[in-house]
């Protein structure tokens, strides 16, 4: 009875494992397209998606059979390059040893300096206060103009406005300023960014307020001062990110450094002074 039960088990077995070798294939691993005697499955087009950086993925995701077309064509290129015996190029397989070599060292440094560097709460807080001065948004202006050639049609327009008519609807008449489809409006300013005199008329007026005539190099202005902001400290949640990111610059710079020093040292690197003079002679 026991020796029937070992047989049994011995033929069993063998064919439990084959049944299983035959099993289905499982969606991952089931073929999107066959080319020559290769595949492209769904698990290789996923970890090619998953590859992509976030704002293509976006784009692939809503049109996957472009992604699989171009996986298909770059298939297609290696297959037939393969064939052609580039793969054994003297100059293919000298750039393939200087790829292997700097995604190495990029993963070395990504590794020993990039996921070392750490930015505490405290540091941005303290260089927030040693460097306030740095987060300072500007005194502004905000102004409109009506931009006339001579001297006499800005004095038609000085007067036309006096009489109540609405200065933005005259700069859109008669401003030959490119400015005038926006009603003469040119925007926020701060000092030095425009010409001296019209910086100057827009310091002296009040926010509403309308200008004498101004003469530049450009003709006759008309100014009236539409907005002003003061001077004005940046919030340290609004300043944290810029500060965060200066940070980390700093530090990994130091490190990185750090780095070359150590390991200079631990492979005792030296400079032959001789053929180093005979180099640059050459």
Not at 97 to 106: H, N, P, Q, V
Not at 139 to 166: F, N, P, Q, T, Y
Not at 258 to 275: C, F, G, H, N
């Amino acid at each position: 009875m026991r020796l029937y039960r070992y047989i049994a088990l011995l033929v069993i077995l063998p064919l439990a494992i084959l049944a299983g070798c035959g099993r289905e294939p499982s969606l991952e691993d089931k073929a999107l397209v066959t080319i020559a005697d290769k595949s492209i499955s769904v698990k290789d087009f996923k970890n090619k998606f998953s590859k992509l950086p976030k704002h293509y993925q976006a784009v692939a995701d809503k049109n996957k059979k472009n992604l699989l077309d171009d996986m298909i064509v770059e298939s297609l290129f290696l297959e037939d390059a393969v064939r052609k015996g580039l793969g054994r190029d003297k100059e293919i397989k000298d750039l393939l040893i200087e790829a292997k070599k700097k995604i190495i060292i990029a993963k070395f440094i990504k590794t020993e300096v990039d996921d070392k560097v750490r930015v505490s709460e405290e540091e941005m807080k303290a260089f927030y206060e040693e460097h306030k001065e740095e987060f300072k948004a500007p005194e502004m202006w905000r102004a409109s103009h009506i931009l006339v050639a001579s001297e006499g049609e800005a004095k038609d327009i000085a007067a036309e406005l006096a009489k109540g008519s609405v200065f933005e609807d005259v700069a859109r008449a008669r401003s030959i300023d490119a400015t005038s489809r926006r009603g003469g409006d040119v925007g926020y300013f701060r000092k030095g960014q425009v010409m001296p005199e019209f910086e100057n008329t827009c310091t002296g007026l009040s926010v509403g307020r309308t200008s004498a005539i101004v003469h530049t190099q450009f003709g006759y202005h008309i100014i009236k001062l539409t907005d002003k902001k003061s001077e004005e400290l940046e919030p340290y949640e609004s300043a944290k990110p810029k500060i965060e990111n200066a940070l980390k610059l700093k530090k990994r710079d130091e490190l990185f450094n750090e780095l070359v020093v150590s390991l200079k040292e631990k492979y005792r690197v030296r400079i032959e002074s001789d053929a180093m003079k005979s180099l640059e002679a050459k």
